[in-house]
């Protein structure tokens, strides 16, 4: 059974740098598992973020940035803003099989 | 601006079948491919598998002998069949477009 590992949780200072890893049991991330970033707040749905490894929406804010980072996908943000404290799940690809990571806590302290 | 609305009832019993709808507005349904995903109160996502504009579908292995999608194009809505409910299976769905776009989910409760 694959398994796709994320930190449990991170704390950052508002307008710092931090970055999230997203890790396959199976071996070093590629463009092709096709990485998919979410946030997502108390309450509220899944937003997505960045698709295949590094593409933006056109609604993620400019801070938030995707890439592949010592054989995992990464999710980078820049200049904190205390509104991104969220949980975040990233989501690879399998060959037609999509897993979710199990999310990272993300606080801003 | 694309929306999405899940809709079904919010209460299933124990072994019968959860049948969920998917209604797209604000335009035509366009991606290539929409997906169903699920979460238990406070745990993480769950991905249950897509259906392409096409018909073809990919389910989650662990889920796949319960699982059925369908997409009707011209009603711009996307299905989920959910057979032999259990109360694992009690959870926030949602589904999702290839384009980044979500529902805001419906909870589902399974009742012995």
């Known amino acids: 059974q694959t398994v796709v590992t994320q930190e449990p949780s991170l704390t950052v200072s508002p307008g710092g740098t931090v970055t999230l890893t997203c890790a396959s049991s199976t071996g070093a991330v590629t463009s092709d598992y096709y990485a998919n970033w979410f946030q997502q707040k108390p309450g509220q749905a899944p937003r997505a973020l960045i698709y295949?490894?590094?593409n933006k929406h056109s609604w993620t804010p400019a801070r938030f940035s995707g890439s592949l980072l010592g054989g995992k996908a990464a999710l980078t943000l820049s200049g904190v803003q205390p509104e991104d404290e969220a949980e975040y799940y990233c989501?690879?690809?399998?060959?037609?099989?999509?897993?979710f990571g199990g999310g990272t806590k993300l606080t801003v302290l | 601006q694309v929306q999405l609305q899940e809709s079904g009832p919010g209460l299933v019993k124990a072994s019968e079948t959860l049948s969920l709808t998917c209604t797209v507005s604000?335009?035509?349904?366009?991606?290539?491919?929409w997906s169903w995903i699920r979460q238990p109160a406070g745990k993480g996502l769950e991905w249950i598998g897509r259906v392409y504009k096409s018909g073809t579908t990919n389910y989650n292995p662990s889920l796949k002998s319960r699982v059925t999608m369908s997409i009707d194009t011209s009603k711009s809505q996307i299905s989920l069949n959910l057979s032999s409910m259990t109360a694992a299976d009690t959870a926030v769905y949602y589904c999702a477009s290839d384009l980044g776009y979500w529902g805001q989910g419906i909870l589902v409760t399974v009742s012995s």
């Open positions: 989501l690879l690809y399998y060959g037609g099989v999509w897993v």
């Open positions: 604000g335009g035509p349904i366009s991606g290539d491919y």
């Open positions: 295949s490894t590094s």
